[in-house]
């Protein structure tokens, strides 16, 4: 995949059935199938959501995004759909792991809100979603899912910079893997792509977003994405290989990012050593 579609964010393609029998076509390498067409993820950092955007709440009532903004404590934000049998499942897992990890409870120091992009799917799916994950952190937690209403699940996946698309011969979802974290006034502070997150990120996401302040993501060339492979007529699921993008350029850059990113490991340890923890 080219350079430019790594750095934007390549986007996972959440499969719910085979793709149709039959001989594909062979994509040169670096172009995208036209499902994943402007499927991506762009970095709104500072922007501010519209906290007047209504969802479903689990118990079947509407609720608005601001009623989970409070005073000092920042959100984690997560776009996905409950009927996804793998990615959606993968993002969301990680995101449990991670604060499982952190000794923070959310409710407390931070919140959780994760809503369905999905506009069919129902508040009695996103009640046993809750209560699958609340069950799998082991520990008093607070942690919101919701379903979409009039489509503001769009609306405000477009504020964040979040675009996916919806492929009605598959019946599935292409986004972007990512979470999102945002400021108690409901601006954007962070991206955190991918399934996985380290919990010194998160940490630091949350600590830096409870102060109203936003930080640039530097490892999202590192995100896992999903491609066509005309050989399994469908998508797979892999992992871009850097030595294959080029040459001595490519070797320079890995050298930079690495630089770059043992800075601010030891930026944010010192930090956290100041009481961040």
Known sequence: ?????????????????????????????????????????EEHLGAAVDLNLQFIAENGYPVALRDFFHKGKPVIL?????????????????????MREIPWNPGDQYE??????DPNESFDLARRKKASYIESLGKPASWHFLCDKDDNAKKLAEQIGDHYRYDPVQEQFAHPAAIFVLTPEGKIARYLYGTRFRQMDVRF????????????????????????DPKANGYVLFATNFMKIGGALTVLLIGWFLWRMMKLEKSRSARVKEGLA
Do not use: W
């Open 78 to 98: 997560d776009l996905i759909y409950y009927s996804c049998p793998m990615l959606c499942n993968l993002i969301l897992n990680g995101q449990a792991q991670v």
């Open 1 to 41: 995949m080219a350079i430019a579609a790594i750095l934007m964010g390549a986007p996972l393609f959440a499969q719910k059935d085979p793709l149709p029998s039959g001989q594909p076509g062979t994509l040169p390498a670096g172009v995208l199938p036209p499902q994943l067409m402007g499927v991506g993820l």
């Open 112 to 117: 959780v809100v994760t809503i369905s992009i």
């Open 205 to 228: 996401a949350l600590a830096e977003a409870s102060e109203g302040r936003s930080t640039m993501t530097v490892e999202k060339i590192l995100l896992f994405c999903y491609h066509y």
